[in-house]
């Protein structure tokens, strides 16, 4: 096997074996396959995209290139919990103490933050003495002893992924949804966790930024989780504004301390609890997510919550007394408040710009080797929503210095808007994403991808697969199949419903219930016009409609919103009464 004809395979949009993607991920970390070898496979992946099984093979690959955790000691089942990245993302914070203290075993490995998202284990080595370089042994003991553990990101732990990720940034091959959730799962599954909850980040301070592609990223991470064996959840929350009020790392610290206390702004105690009550389900906790929500809830009325994040504390070296008196954290020498400059609405808070601002404070790293300043960031005191007078601050910087402070200010000032009229708050958590709203998705588009195969495209070399499922569970597809006379050309999805039609019982029509459509093209096609009417004649309008390409984007519509002014029944119904009147 040569690594050129293993790209020039997948350059071609062919599906590469499970023995393929070893023979290069292994060659690759053996230093036998090159840097300009992996480059092209990587930007072939971009272009051409994977298949489900080749993402989950690369998947288990990166996550068995080294060591991998063996929790089986641990009493319980261990749920891991991972977020895709934020400004003022503190909800680990919050989280893992909270479900600890009902009960679920936990144990994590973290990482620093880069950019204007900041680190998990930042913002616990702002408390005085909080080691996290702990080894597995120690985190496993810990967890034995009082439920909780969190550790830095050991070097053994994916090291294909740590390599392949350092080639894709500087490569141009980043946003790849393969990659993208290869990546994340890989150390997912190394992490030894028999559960794993997502949070998926969407918005200007978030890597998705839009809806339909934060659902294609968790859906994809979540088939890749219950593929491996591990019940795995997504919950997609919102990224537009800052979540919770502070943005710093001792600042994000005394923050979490107050939700655990009971207090502290609503968007953060509200992720924290959904992303907890998930994990209190998947652990076997609690059997629903509403009785989940009550034990948490009633954990942090009687105080046990906030127990438990003092014994972590305390038992990774850290000074206890901070959940009493968060004043032990790190303190800014200069605090400014910033006044509005009129009153009304809080229309924006851009995330990315308050991540970004944080992080020229030194609250964040541009570079890895940049130091952190624990003390310094912003608490936002007013959201998108809430009405803000001119003596009253809209946000307060914590600075070294009154330069800093002023230039923060001002760069926050020109991207803050505040409307005359009301606005409305926006939802925290935008969808839920399990199993059985992954594996649908995964699994049409899969079935569409191999009738493409079948297509005859003499003429255009366009071949187009579709698949529709049917409310029985079978997938039906079908392919273009072109003629010399173009007009007797009949279409994927319309050769996908014939054959449903023809298959079935005589006189009845197919339940349809899903369509997926995949094309080699840069971007996803849409049915053509013909097409649209065919599937607005046996599908319901809110029929979803996954419309795909061979590099993995996707796009989600409906055969309503395909064809909003479509021939009806009841208008043919119509045409013939007229008809017979006349």
């Known amino acids: 096997m040569r690594a050129v004809d293993v790209i020039d395979k997948k350059r071609r949009g062919e599906e590469l074996t499970p023995d393929e993607l070893r023979f290069l991920v292994e060659g690759y970390v053996a230093g036998r ?9 990587l930007m072939a992946v971009v272009w051409r995209g994977m298949t489900a099984e080749e993402t989950f093979a690369l998947t288990r690959l990166l996550a068995e290139s080294g060591e991998t955790l063996d929790l089986s000691a641990i009493p319980g089942i261990k749920v891991d919990k991972h977020s895709t990245g934020g400004v003022g993302d503190k909800a680990t914070l919050v989280v893992l103490p909270l479900v600890a203290s009902v009960g679920v075993p936990v144990i994590k490995m973290s990482g620093r933050g880069l950019g204007h998202t900041g680190g998990t284990i930042d913002k616990l080595e702002s408390i005085p003495g909080f080691r996290t370089n702990l080894g597995v042994q120690e985190l496993v003991e810990q967890v034995e002893r009082i439920g909780i553990a969190l550790g830095g990101q050991t070097a053994d732990l994916a090291p294909a992924d740590k390599k392949l ?66 019940r795995t959840v997504a919950v997609l929350s919102n990224m537009d504004q800052p979540l919770g009020s502070a943005i710093g790392n001792a600042l994000e610290v005394a923050e979490a301390i107050r939700v655990l206390a009971g207090e502290g702004p609503f968007d953060l105690a509200e992720i924290a609890l959904a992303l907890a009550e998930e994990m209190t389900v998947l652990a076997g906790v609690a059997a629903t997510r509403e009785e989940a929500r009550r034990k948490l809830r009633q954990s942090v009325a009687d105080g046990r919550a ?54 020229r404070l030194g609250a964040g790293r541009a570079a890895k080797d940049d130091t952190i300043d624990p003390s310094v960031g912003i608490v936002v005191h007013a959201k998108v929503g809430d009405r803000v007078q001119t003596h009253r601050p809209i946000f307060t910087v914590h600075a070294r210095t009154e330069e800093d402070a002023l230039r923060c200010i001002e760069e926050l000032e ?22 059985s709203d992954a594996a649908p998705y995964a699994n049409l588009l899969e079935a569409a991808r191999t009738a ?9 070399g366009f071949a187009v697969g579709a698949a529709l499922e049917l409310a029985d569970g079978r997938m039906v597809t079908g392919a273009n199949v072109e003629n010399a006379s173009y007009g007797l050309t009949n279409c994927a999805e319309r050769s996908a419903v014939f054959r449903a039609i023809a298959e079935g019982l005589p006189g009845e029509r197919p339940d349809i219930r899903a369509v997926a459509v995949i094309a080699d093209s840069p971007e996803p096609v849409s049915p053509c016009g013909a097409c649209r009417q065919v599937l607005a004649e046996f599908c319901p309008p809110d029929t979803p409609v996954y419309l795909g390409n061979l590099r993995g984007d996707v796009i989600e519509t409906s055969v309503g919103a395909l064809l909003p002014g479509a021939f009806t029944e009841a208008q043919m119904t119509n045409v013939k009464g007229q008809d017979k009147e006349a």
């Open 414 to 435: 020109a991207v803050v808007e505040i409307s005359d009229d009301p606005v409305e708050t926006p939802p925290v958590i935008l969808a839920r994403i399990d199993r």
């Open 165 to 230: 990720y350092a080639l894709r940034d500087v490569t141009a091959t980043v946003e790849s949804l393969p990659l993208i959730a290869s990546s994340v799962m890989s150390k997912k599954l190394a992490g030894g966790a028999d559960a794993i909850v997502l949070d998926v980040k969407v918005g200007d301070g978030a890597f998705m930024k839009s809806l339909a592609d934060a659902r294609r990223l968790a859906r994809l991470m979540v088939h890749l989780g219950e593929a491996a064996g591990r």
């Open 452 to 460: 493409r195969a079948r297509a005859y495209v003499p003429y255009s």
């Open 306 to 359: 906030l127990e438990t994040l003092r014994r972590w504390i305390a038992a990774q070296g850290g000074d206890p007394r901070v959940v009493d008196d968060p004043s032990r954290l790190p303190q800014a020498p200069v605090v400014k408040p910033c006044l509005p400059k009129k009153a009304g609405f809080v229309a924006k808070l851009p995330a990315l710009a308050f991540g970004l601002a944080a992080m």
């Open 33 to 41: 396959v090159p840097d300009y070898q992996m480059s092209a496979f």
